[in-house]
């Protein structure tokens, strides 16, 4: 069974700091995407990566899939309090489209 | 992006009752939609692949006459809890593939409580 770990399970942070998350396992994914999900409504997409080393620029959002895609990193620049959600990576194993989601990151941003 | 809808967005019933739960891709063809679950600050699980004209696919541990999927047209999968009871209690949501674009899109979830 596929298991993807993020960290931190919790972040407090004070607006205009940066942050990393991270999303990592032992299995070797086809496809990674991360998530934000606001209470009560279903996740959105931020970004899909497929390619080892591959780096994906969102405004302030910055996403990184590792050389062996086993694993992937979220970091966010100056962060606002929009930014506060929960923050989820989900990987695909090749030839499938199911995703598996990791355990999740609180983030809160605070003004 | 493509909208997938779920209906209802929240329901209450009693314990015993079953419940029925619709997901439809609104503007494309999904041949595969999952249902996911999702407890008060937790991850999504993954319960179960659905696929169109045929026997959805249930992960380990779910238990497949408790959680039955029909997945009768290219836009519409349902998602029925069967004699509900309080542990069934949970945010679920629904995501349709779109096969072009390879991509999943989410449904907004249905909140359902169990008394």
């Known amino acids: 069974t596929q298991l993807l770990e993020q960290s931190p399970q919790f972040l407090s942070i004070q607006e205009g700091e940066n942050l990393t998350v991270y999303c990592n396992s032992s299995?070797?994914?086809?496809?990674l995407q991360w998530y934000r999900q606001e209470p009560g409504e279903g996740p959105v997409l931020l970004v899909t990566?497929?390619?080892?080393?591959e780096v994906k620029k969102l405004k302030r959002l910055t996403f990184q899939f590792g050389d062996a895609r086993k694993d992937s990193s979220l970091h966010i620049t100056a962060a606002q309090t929009g930014d506060t959600g929960l923050y989820l990576c989900?990987?695909?194993?090749?030839?499938?489209?199911?995703?598996?989601f990791g355990t999740g990151t609180r983030l809160k941003v605070l003004a | 992006g493509a909208v997938v809808s779920q209906h209802p967005s929240w329901v209450i019933c009693k314990s015993g009752t079953s419940v029925k739960i619709e997901c439809r891709s609104l503007?494309?063809?999904?041949?595969?939609m999952f249902w996911y679950r999702q407890f008060p600050k937790q991850s999504l699980m993954l319960m179960a692949t659905?696929?169109?004209?045929?026997?959805?696919?249930?992960e380990q541990g779910v238990e497949k006459d408790k959680f039955l999927i029909n997945h009768a047209s290219l836009t519409l999968s349902t998602l029925t809890v069967t004699s509900a009871h309080p542990e069934d209690s949970s945010f679920y949501i629904c995501?349709?593939?779109?096969?072009?674009?390879?991509?999943?899109?989410f449904g907004p979830g249905t909140r359902l409580t169990v008394l």
């Open positions: 995501s349709a593939h779109e096969g072009l674009a390879g991509e999943q899109f």
């Open positions: 299995s070797v994914f086809s496809s």
């Open positions: 990566v497929v390619t080892g080393g």
């Open positions: 989900a990987g695909a194993a090749s030839g499938t489209y199911k995703y598996i």
């Open positions: 503007d494309f063809q999904a041949t595969t």
């Open positions: 659905s696929n169109e004209g045929s026997k959805a696919t249930y």
